[in-house]
């Protein structure tokens, strides 16, 4: 009789662990059952901002491989619309609902791979019962929030709370379907993701588009008619709005995990080894956006919830399920997206996490452009470095600029991964050609910069 | 009295170290003396072909500062169609000739920045005199060029000779003029800075462009009438041409420092210590594309003619004589550049470099996009790894693809600078977001394509 694998979460993390194991093991060796409560697998959820703004046409485009395809192709048996409920180790079992029909049903595991994913923080205010309230985690989300913009009358009035990526995402996204958007973030600054001399470009970006943008203020509540929503009261007013997306950020999905006594750790992710085990449990595997994992530079336990690793980590758990070797080596904070007009990017720490890590540090930003300043299409660009004082060693960059800018983030992200100095940095030998770069790239302009900076301070 | 620093060459080399000096010694302290034999200072020669090909409007663009700036911003003092035709190492004196009255005269130093650049390789048979033959090592070459090109009536057949990245470019440009264009290579493909199986790609879109290809062909001869270029004689047959562009490679152009007495590498570059000094020479430094300088996997010395060593060296040895510290820390052969609708980039060694400097390798290739498959503007790019057989440590990487391709190479570049193994590549935190990436990079499946070959090996 072959092992049984069962998967919780048919997303990113647990379907390329299924797949993975499924290209080592046969189903002679491994049967693969995966649970999903929503109605779809493996999508992506980076990809639902520019489906809803109208950018992406079709829904479908964003989902990489469909339940039948993962039965036709791999013979893992996909059960949509069925949540685990409860887990059982030492009878090695899972408790599932129908969603549907709210049956329940017992299904015996040897190998158990959760990949449950993570779970809006959901504030208070967010929590009443009316149409025209949104998040946007799931494409079952975003499905009720495009049916909402596609109705006849649709919404005009959109506000957006959070002014993470997915909020500006989102904000951006609802201009671009001609409705009126306000944008509320109790920070001091949206995209609170980099730091405030970086977040303040994009800020001016937004307002030209049109967001109207409220920081320093908070939700209070919401009004609803009619079991509408029909305005979002806030420390800064009453906001008329027919649509709220709620984008207040999500916490991992670890509470049945926790329920079965597996190991959680400080930031509410589940603990993995770095095979993608869960710590002390016999074979039970976790990965994607409900586990911590480690920050290669401060050493310390983070979550942070992004499509890309949840593919790594559900390789890496897939690839030891099917016998294989591999390991997760931790993340450095890279992360890249684009609002309006612009493209923001970062690797390492900000300022402040810097400061947390015990790190003292001097930061540098230069200006420069994406392609030789004589070549047509070259635009503007702003790099900043954080270094640490005493050794040069890079600890974290930002970049905004307006075309070609983002992606220069990846050299940096190699360089800060191999705890290079901005000293060394400065002679990397980078591609160099005007249609791509000025004959000192942005990347060594902004190293030159820090070096002068380190040996001033 | 100050010391007198005297500059042999006012391009990017000779001129970034100018300008670091000055940055650092007021001329109270330090005077500096700039010959140049041509008529420009610091130009992107790199700019030359998009000029040409009418891409870039204003030959002016091109020079980043003229000798006007140089001189009332930086007390440089720039003689231009001055040419330096002797060295005294014992007196400390150069001999100078006016390139346009012929007059001599000797010029003392202290210090002495050797930055005379290359020589084009002039085959035999381009040693005519004829008007319609163009190098385009120079902007007095591109100049020429131009001219010849704005000439009513003008040139209609232009053969280009020699299809490394100029004579690619420069066939392109040819082609934006309205010319016919023959590229004559003698090898078995153009484009041979990238390995056949890439080259071949980059070769399908030349032809496609309507660049009429002749690989495994050598010139022969060439035909003059009336003083006039009128054809190009070939082992494949006589191409009628009013214009040919020579662009067969270039050496160091080191024999003023040969003759000096000064050391010369293998390679035919003056051979140079990590800060640039001459080796064995007293205030004596050299940089540009004149030295040669170590290639830091095979260990070798190698000659690497590009505008970005150039201003990189140049600003070592311009910090050192200002009295400060920097070193040079050698290439690793990244390159990029653009032909037609392609990008085309490479960094470390090719296939049969690396078999020459000792390395058993694998190869592999893989196909994938820029942008997730979904969005809009998503265009393929083929990714190949070379990757030491026994360790998997990248060897080298060479990209070819259809937009945000080439610069994706910078990444790859830092990888292999770092020494890091295709396995600890495919953990990496690249940046993410549909609008710049699939939700694997291209880079990080071409690392995993790279494991499986090494592990299977």
Same mark, same amino acid.
């Given at each position: 009789?072959?092992?049984?694998?069962? &998967?919780?979460?048919?997303?990113?993390?647990?379907?390329?662990?299924? *797949?993975?194991?499924?290209?080592?093991?046969?189903?002679? @060796?491994?049967?693969?059952?995966?649970?999903?409560?929503?109605?779809?697998?493996?999508?992506?959820?980076?990809?639902?901002p520019?489906?809803?703004g109208?950018l992406?046409? @079709?829904?479908?485009?964003?989902?990489?491989?469909? /339940?039948?395809?993962?039965?036709?192709?791999?013979?893992?048996?996909?059960?949509?619309? +069925?949540? &685990?409920?409860?887990?059982?180790?030492?009878?090695?079992?899972?408790? !599932?609902?129908?969603?549907?029909?709210?049956?329940? *049903?017992?299904?015996?595991?040897? =190998?158990?791979?959760?990949?449950?994913?993570?779970?809006?923080?959901?504030? /208070?205010?967010?929590?009443?019962?009316?149409?025209?309230?949104?998040?946007?985690?799931?494409?079952? @989300?975003? $499905?009720?929030?495009?049916?909402?913009?596609?109705?006849?009358?649709? /919404?005009? +009035?959109a &506000?957006v709370?959070?002014g993470?990526?997915?909020g500006v995402e989102m904000a951006e996204a609802m201009i671009q379907r001609d409705l009126t958007v306000t944008l509320v973030e109790?920070?001091?600054q949206p995209m609170?993701?980099v730091?405030p001399d970086m977040g303040v470009l994009v800020r001016d970006s937004m307002c030209q588009l049109g967001i109207d943008i409220r920081t320093?203020?908070? &939700?209070?509540?919401?009004?609803?008619?009619?079991?509408?929503?029909?305005?979002?009261?806030?420390?800064?007013?009453?906001?008329?709005?027919?649509?709220?997306?709620?984008?207040?950020?999500?916490?991992?999905?670890?509470?049945?995990?926790?329920?079965?006594?597996?190991?959680?750790?400080?930031?509410?992710?589940?603990?993995?080894?770095?095979?993608?085990?869960?710590?002390?449990?016999?074979?039970?595997?976790?990965?994607?956006?409900?586990?911590?994992?480690? +920050?290669?530079?401060?050493?310390?336990? !983070?979550?942070?919830?992004?499509?890309?690793?949840?593919?790594? =980590?559900?390789?890496?758990?897939?690839?030891?399920?099917?016998?294989?070797?591999?390991?997760?080596?931790?993340?450095?904070?890279?992360?890249?997206t684009r609002v309006c007009d612009l493209e923001v990017?970062? $690797?390492?720490?900000?300022?402040?996490?810097?400061?947390?890590?015990?790190?003292?540090?001097?930061?540098?930003?230069?200006e420069?452009?994406?392609?030789?300043?004589?070549?047509?299409? #070259?635009k503007s660009m702003t790099?900043?470095?954080?270094?640490?004082?005493?050794?040069? =060693?890079?600890?974290?960059? =930002?970049?905004v600029g307006r075309s070609?800018a983002a992606?220069?983030?990846?050299?940096?992200?190699? #360089?800060?991964?191999?705890?290079?100095?901005?000293?060394?940095?400065?002679?990397?030998?980078?591609?160099?050609?005007?249609?791509?770069?000025?004959?000192?790239?942005?990347?060594?302009?902004?190293?030159?910069?820090?070096?002068?900076?380190?040996?001033?301070?």
């Amino acid at each position: 009789m072959p092992e049984r694998l069962v &998967v919780i979460g048919g997303d990113a993390a647990g379907m390329s662990a299924a *797949s993975q194991a499924r290209r080592r093991r046969k189903p002679a @060796d491994l049967e693969i059952v995966a649970f999903e409560r929503g109605h779809f697998t493996s999508y992506s959820a980076c990809g639902i901002p520019y489906w809803i703004g109208g950018l992406v046409a @079709d829904r479908d485009a964003l989902i990489a491989r469909s /339940p039948e395809t993962f039965r036709a192709e791999h013979d893992i048996d996909v059960r949509l619309r +069925h949540e &685990v409920i409860g887990i059982d180790l030492d009878r090695r079992e899972v408790l !599932v609902r129908n969603v549907d029909t709210g049956t329940e *049903s017992r299904e015996w595991f040897d =190998q158990l791979m959760y990949a449950a994913g993570a779970t809006p923080r959901k504030p /208070p205010w967010a929590r009443v019962d009316a149409r025209g309230i949104f998040g946007v985690q799931t494409l079952d @989300d975003g $499905t009720a929030l495009r049916a909402w913009l596609d109705a006849d009358p649709g /919404p005009r +009035h959109a &506000v957006v709370v959070g002014g993470g990526y997915i909020g500006v995402e989102m904000a951006e996204a609802m201009i671009q379907r001609d409705l009126t958007v306000t944008l509320v973030e109790q920070g001091d600054q949206p995209m609170s993701t980099v730091d405030p001399d970086m977040g303040v470009l994009v800020r001016d970006s937004m307002c030209q588009l049109g967001i109207d943008i409220r920081t320093g203020c908070t &939700v209070t509540g919401l009004t609803v008619r009619d079991g509408r929503l029909s305005a979002v009261e806030t420390t800064d007013g009453t906001l008329p709005a027919d649509l709220v997306v709620v984008s207040t950020g999500v916490r991992p999905n670890s509470r049945l995990a926790a329920d079965a006594g597996l190991p959680i750790g400080v930031t509410g992710g589940i603990r993995v080894d770095l095979q993608m085990r869960v710590l002390g449990a016999d074979r039970v595997w976790a990965a994607g956006d409900c586990v911590e994992t480690v +920050h290669r530079l401060t050493g310390q336990p !983070v979550h942070v919830p992004l499509g890309t690793h949840a593919n790594k =980590q559900g390789r890496v758990a897939g690839l030891n399920i099917g016998g294989g070797y591999a390991t997760f080596p931790g993340v450095i904070g890279t992360a890249v997206t684009r609002v309006c007009d612009l493209e923001v990017a970062r $690797t390492g720490l900000l300022e402040r996490e810097a400061e947390d890590a015990g790190y003292q540090y001097v930061s540098t930003r230069i200006e420069s452009t994406n392609r030789a300043g004589y070549f047509p299409g #070259a635009k503007s660009m702003t790099v900043k470095l954080i270094a640490e004082r005493r050794s040069g =060693q890079l600890l974290g960059a =930002q970049i905004v600029g307006r075309s070609e800018a983002a992606k220069r983030i990846d050299a940096l992200a190699v #360089a800060l991964w191999n705890y290079m100095t901005v000293d060394e940095m400065a002679g990397l030998d980078l591609g160099y050609a005007p249609p791509y770069a000025p004959v000192w790239d942005p990347v060594l302009i902004a190293a030159r910069k820090a070096v002068d900076a380190i040996h001033a301070g």
